[in-house]
């Protein structure tokens, strides 16, 4: 410096040197950060489609920009180092693009976003890549399922996510085949059948996410709310698809020979002998799936068992093992390490199948490696994943089924919970308190963000009532608090007791709704909470930019301070929402994405008495939304138009007909042909053509493309006329009425 400034003689012209210097120094940091930025996205640039591997996905923390697996990383946190939106600027996100996907069916998927590119599955099982800053199509897949499979969908033809592996998209279609496709153009490599009974027509779907385990892929199934399932996964090689190993969770027939593995052999004496094995067994794998890479293990949670009434026919049930468990299998072998059961004996439909969270947590003074779980039945499970030793568990939402946990972790059922001898109230319901939204944890502030279902419903044993078993409810049908109506029931269920005799006891408002809850691992509580929408909103996304975000059912993404719970944005996109956000960041723009479209469990939009949700007001237009900062605002959909039902044919049918058809309506149609707005056909509003139709659609499968499977393994012509003049029946009641 001193050779550089001799020459100047004054303190301002040195000043002014130095200056210089200094602006010259930043331009040159500044053209070094550019260039070190060009050269990152020209090595992504020149990246294979889906360059993910082992050691891609392990690092995941150091590459906040990608979403590289469902969760972001591989312990599925549903967090996001990204802190460019954070909680100064979040009012200022607006619209960047958006991808309509042609449905109006529900949407639970998280998009991957890998080098610029955002790939994303939609309803059956559809697959798409996308340029994730401009929203460009680059390649779609239709995987041509066998819509007869849509029949035993119990809550839609969803699809909740993919993975991404070496170059390859894979992804479950609703009908039971795993695809696997080129990343690079859509093309399929291979496929193959992972549902056993195909040809005996078993009620099995596929409608979550593989789990990538090493050198595997692996998939389990939906149908243990229907007569026939059993549960299982399935692990195949990822290159070829060659089958490597079966697990099944839930015992055969003991009758039939030896199980299939030595869990098995250990869970039959947890079954009632008299268990009514060909009606099902259920414990099916159909979301909640992880893997330890260090440890070597897949996690699954497995479901309700079949029939949940464990006390039929003068039965006393059993633990019935593994259904309603976390297990951990070996995933080299096949075999199981160690499992937990949530609930023993379940008869309340309280699955363990919701997502997992792997973390290391000091707990208690010591370093521990955990899986944690908000389970269906109103718990938050902290388990040692090695071992599966219980560390904690405490309600995060109103219980009403048990009174508590023993000394060993075994729950002890609430007397209060048992439907037995007349209908019970039961805290939670069906839905569970958490069901299939994802949660996400924030390690920084020791916090998990989960949107939490407050809802009770009432549980009537029907097999000795008129409208007996109930498809997919196994003859137990739960009735939301707010559909309790006892002389409307009456026909079905006889007499009913009032629902101000059934909430006696119960210390909590009995009226649906649904909570965002931070809930602090450590302290086992809760600490802070802001009311949603709604009893099904949507999945959680948190950030280090210190902000958790939802979507709800009113068509709004809404942003909240991970600390406190304040909300700092609440950004009408005109689609009700399900599916958890994500956030990305391409060339130097950070952006937040969500599938919207309402569906699945809610697969209700609104009635004659409900217009609140996005989905009634705009028509349930399935769209992927993206936003960034100073976007301007985003679109809305045309208003959903409101015809006047068309005039329905004549009334031709007996009183006898007719109570018939309502008992088979009951029993095969009613949970998903809801009479109100819906994302399926309200068949009170048919038109003509579809009225003239009905037959060759109900027994004969002429909409099974559109996932309207054959009933003609269940109802003969004449069960189809009865239900069709109920239909009828249904529809001249609403146009009497004056009913839009």
């Given at each position: 410096?001193?050779?550089?400034?001799?020459?100047?003689?004054?303190?301002?012209?040195?000043?002014?040197?130095?200056?210089?210097?200094?602006?010259?120094?930043?331009?040159?940091?500044?053209?070094?950060?550019?260039?070190?930025?060009?050269?990152?996205?020209?090595?992504?640039?020149?990246?294979?489609?889906?360059?993910?591997?082992?050691?891609?996905?392990?690092?995941?923390?150091?590459?906040?920009?990608?979403?590289?697996?469902?969760?972001?990383?591989?312990?599925?946190?549903?967090?996001?180092?990204?802190?460019?939106?954070?909680?100064?600027?979040?009012?200022?996100?607006?619209?960047?693009?958006?991808?309509?996907?042609?449905?109006?069916?529900?949407?639970?998927?998280?998009?991957?976003?890998?080098?610029?590119?955002?790939?994303?599955?939609?309803?059956?099982?559809?697959?798409?890549?996308?340029?994730?800053?401009?929203?460009?199509?680059?390649?779609?897949?239709?995987?041509?399922?066998?819509?007869?499979?849509?029949?035993?969908?119990?809550?839609?033809?969803?699809?909740?996510?993919?993975?991404?592996?070496?170059?390859?998209?894979?992804?479950?279609?609703?009908?039971?085949?795993?695809?696997?496709?080129?990343?690079?153009?859509?093309?399929?490599?291979?496929?193959?059948?992972?549902?056993?009974?195909?040809?005996?027509?078993?009620?099995?779907?596929?409608?979550?996410?593989?789990?990538?385990?090493?050198?595997?892929?692996?998939?389990?199934?939906?149908?243990?709310?229907?007569?026939?399932?059993?549960?299982?996964?399935?692990?195949?090689?990822?290159?070829?698809?060659?089958?490597?190993?079966?697990?099944f969770t839930v015992p055969h027939d003991p009758q039939e020979g030896?199980?299939?593995?030595?869990?098995?052999?250990?869970?039959?004496?947890?079954?009632?002998?008299?268990?009514?094995?060909?009606?099902?067994?259920?414990?099916?794998?159909?979301?909640?799936?992880?893997?330890?890479?260090?440890?070597?293990?897949?996690?699954?949670?497995?479901?309700?068992?079949?029939?949940?009434?464990?006390?039929?026919?003068?039965?006393?049930?059993?633990?019935?093992?593994?259904?309603?468990?976390?297990?951990?299998?070996?995933?080299?072998?096949?075999?199981?390490?160690?499992?937990?059961?949530?609930?023993?004996?379940?008869?309340?439909?309280?699955?363990?199948?919701?997502?997992?969270?792997?973390?290391?947590?000091?707990?208690?003074?010591?370093?521990?490696?955990?899986?944690?779980?908000?389970?269906?039945?109103?718990?938050?499970?902290?388990?040692?994943?090695?071992?599966?030793?219980?560390?904690?568990?405490?309600?995060?939402?109103?219980?009403?089924?048990?009174?508590?946990?023993?000394?060993?972790?075994?729950?002890?059922?609430?007397?209060?919970?048992?439907?037995?001898?007349?209908?019970?109230?039961?805290?939670?319901?069906?839905?569970?308190?958490?069901?299939?939204?994802?949660?996400?944890?924030?390690?920084?502030?020791?916090?998990?963000?989960?949107?939490?279902?407050?809802?009770?419903?009432?549980?009537?044993?029907?097999?000795?009532?008129?409208?007996?078993?109930?498809?997919?409810?196994?003859?137990?049908?739960?009735?939301?608090?707010?559909?309790?109506d006892p002389a409307a029931l009456k026909g079905l269920y006889g007499?009913?007791?009032?629902?101000?005799?059934?909430?006696?006891?119960?210390?909590?408002?009995?009226?649906?709704?649904?909570?965002?809850?931070?809930?602090?691992?450590?302290?086992?509580?809760?600490?802070?909470?802001?009311?949603?929408?709604?009893?099904?909103?949507?999945?959680?996304?948190?950030?280090?930019?210190?902000?958790?975000?939802?979507?709800?059912?009113?068509?709004?993404?809404?942003?909240?301070?991970?600390?406190?719970?304040?909300?700092?944005?609440?950004?009408?996109?005109?689609?009700?929402?399900?599916?958890?956000?994500?956030?990305?960041?391409?060339?130097?723009?950070?952006?937040?994405?969500?599938?919207?479209?309402?569906?699945?469990?809610?697969?209700?939009?609104?009635?004659?008495?409900?217009?609140?949700?996005?989905?009634?007001?705009?028509?349930?237009?399935?769209?992927?939304?993206?936003?960034?900062?100073?976007?301007?605002?985003?679109?809305?959909?045309?208003?959903?138009?409101?015809?006047?039902?068309?005039?329905?044919?004549?009334?031709?049918?007996?009183?006898?007909?007719?109570?018939?058809?309502?008992?088979?309506?009951?029993?095969?149609?009613?949970?998903?042909?809801?009479?109100?707005?819906?994302?399926?056909?309200?068949?009170?509003?048919?038109?003509?053509?579809?009225?003239?139709?009905?037959?060759?659609?109900?027994l004969g499968g002429a909409y099974r493309a559109k996932g309207m499977?054959?009933?003609?393994?269940?109802?003969?012509?004449?069960?189809?006329?009865?239900?069709?003049?109920?239909?009828?029946?249904?529809?001249?009641?609403?146009?009497?009425?004056?009913?839009?």
């Amino acid at each position: 410096m001193h050779i550089l400034t001799k020459n100047f003689s004054s303190r301002t012209s040195t000043s002014r040197w130095r200056l210089t210097l200094f602006l010259l120094a930043v331009a040159a940091l500044g053209t070094g950060l550019a260039a070190c930025a060009k050269r990152q996205a020209a090595t992504a640039a020149l990246r294979p489609a889906a360059a993910v591997d082992v050691a891609r996905l392990a690092a995941a923390p150091t590459e906040p920009n990608n979403w590289l697996a469902a969760g972001r990383d591989a312990n599925g946190s549903y967090f996001s180092p990204l802190q460019d939106v954070n909680v100064d600027n979040v009012g200022r996100l607006g619209f960047a693009w958006q991808y309509r996907l042609g449905t109006n069916r529900g949407l639970e998927a998280t998009p991957l976003v890998i080098d610029g590119v955002m790939y994303a599955s939609s309803n059956f099982g559809r697959v798409y890549a996308l340029d994730a800053v401009t929203g460009a199509e680059l390649w779609k897949y239709d995987p041509q399922i066998d819509g007869q499979w849509g029949r035993y969908a119990c809550c839609d033809a969803v699809n909740r996510g993919i993975v991404a592996f070496e170059g390859r998209i894979y992804v479950g279609a609703l009908d039971g085949w795993l695809h696997a496709l080129d990343a690079s153009t859509g093309k399929l490599i291979w496929k193959i059948d992972t549902l056993i009974g195909r040809a005996a027509r078993k009620p099995f779907t596929l409608t979550g996410a593989p789990v990538l385990a090493g050198d595997k892929i692996i998939v389990g199934n939906g149908g243990g709310d229907f007569a026939g399932a059993r549960g299982y996964v399935t692990a195949y090689d990822l290159k070829t698809g060659a089958q490597r190993w079966r697990f099944f969770t839930v015992p055969h027939d003991p009758q039939e020979g030896p199980q299939e593995a030595p869990h098995l052999e250990s869970a039959v004496s947890s079954w009632d002998p008299r268990h009514p094995w060909t009606a099902g067994i259920g414990g099916n794998v159909w979301d909640g799936m992880s893997y330890d890479p260090k440890l070597g293990l897949v996690y699954i949670g497995t479901a309700n068992a079949g029939p949940y009434n464990s006390h039929l026919d003068g039965r006393h049930g059993g633990d019935e093992l593994y259904a309603a468990s976390i297990i951990a299998i070996r995933a080299d072998s096949g075999v199981m390490a160690w499992y937990y059961q949530t609930v023993p004996g379940d008869r309340w439909d309280y699955d363990s199948t919701q997502k997992f969270v792997l973390a290391d947590l000091d707990l208690a003074g010591q370093r521990r490696q955990v899986i944690m779980q908000a389970a269906k039945n109103g718990y938050y499970y902290v388990l040692d994943r090695q071992t599966g030793e219980l560390l904690s568990a405490q309600n995060y939402a109103y219980v009403s089924w048990t009174r508590g946990l023993d000394a060993k972790g075994r729950s002890i059922a609430d007397p209060s919970a048992d439907y037995d001898h007349e209908p019970a109230l039961v805290f939670p319901s069906e839905s569970g308190a958490h069901n299939w939204q994802p949660m996400a944890f924030d390690a920084s502030r020791g916090l998990t963000f989960i949107p939490v279902i407050e809802a009770g419903n009432v549980i009537v044993e029907t097999s000795k009532r008129r409208a007996g078993l109930v498809e997919g409810q196994y003859s137990t049908p739960a009735i939301s608090v707010e559909d309790y109506d006892p002389a409307a029931l009456k026909g079905l269920y006889g007499q009913l007791p009032p629902l101000s005799k059934l909430v006696k006891g119960k210390n909590t408002d009995t009226h649906s709704r649904g909570v965002l809850r931070a809930w602090s691992v450590a302290e086992h509580k809760i600490k802070w909470e802001a009311p949603t929408a709604s009893s099904w909103d949507g999945g959680v996304l948190a950030t280090a930019g210190g902000l958790v975000f939802q979507g709800d059912a009113n068509g709004y993404l809404n942003g909240y301070a991970s600390d406190t719970g304040k909300q700092l944005a609440h950004i009408n996109l005109g689609s009700s929402m399900m599916a958890a956000p994500i956030t990305y960041k391409v060339g130097g723009v950070q952006y937040v994405a969500i599938m919207a479209g309402y569906g699945g469990g809610a697969i209700i939009v609104g009635d004659e008495l409900d217009h609140a949700s996005a989905a009634y007001r705009y028509g349930n237009d399935g769209r992927i939304i993206v936003l960034k900062l100073d976007g301007v605002p985003p679109p809305l959909p045309p208003p959903a138009a409101e015809p006047r039902p068309p005039a329905p044919p004549a009334r031709a049918a007996s009183a006898a007909e007719l109570s018939q058809g309502e008992v088979l309506y009951s029993r095969y149609c009613a949970r998903c042909h809801v009479f109100g707005r819906s994302v399926l056909p309200d068949l009170r509003r048919l038109d003509p053509k579809t009225h003239a139709m009905f037959d060759s659609i109900v027994l004969g499968g002429a909409y099974r493309a559109k996932g309207m499977g054959s009933f003609d393994d269940v109802l003969s012509p004449s069960d189809a006329n009865a239900v069709h003049a109920y239909v009828i029946d249904k529809a001249w009641q609403l146009k009497e009425s004056g009913s839009k």
